[in-house]
């Protein structure tokens, strides 16, 4: 069964930091891109994040430039968000999501991920 798992979620205060993982099972990570995104209540979801795990390359939004990094353990199956210097805008439900096909450019779009995970809270207090 194919499964992407979130985990890492959690409250922490403006300037705090989480690191999120996402664990998959059931298809290995090597030649997929992995993407994080998050939705915030009354929002659409963005992206915040790619890596596409067969050469490294990482992909990351404006808003989180310099703040947050990406990474990935093909032995594990799993790949990380680091979060750091986290502002309360950060606050949203975060997602990871794979794709073998996706297109160069196309990184942080949500649309035509083949799989998606739960999702982990992650909240900023101020």
């Known amino acids: 069964q194919v499964q992407l798992v979130e985990s890492g979620g959690g409250l922490v205060q403006t300037g705090g930091s989480l690191r999120l993982s996402c664990a998959a099972s059931?298809?290995?990570?090597?030649?997929?891109?992995i993407g994080w995104f998050r939705q915030a209540p009354g929002k659409e979801r963005e992206g915040v994040s790619c890596?596409?795990?067969?050469?490294?390359?990482?992909w990351y939004a404006d808003s989180v430039k310099g703040r947050f990094t990406v990474s990935r353990d093909n032995g594990k199956n799993t790949v990380y968000l680091q979060m750091n210097s986290l502002k309360p805008e950060d606050t949203a439900v975060y997602y990871c999501?794979?794709?073998?096909?996706?297109?160069?450019?196309?990184?942080?779009?949500?649309?035509?991920?083949?799989?998606w995970g739960q999702g982990t809270q992650v909240t900023v207090s101020s």
């Open positions: 999501a794979a794709d073998p096909y996706r297109l160069w450019g196309e990184e942080l779009v949500p649309s035509g991920y083949d799989y």
């Open positions: 890596i596409r795990s067969s050469d490294g390359r990482t």
């Open positions: 059931g298809f290995t990570l090597d030649y997929y891109a």
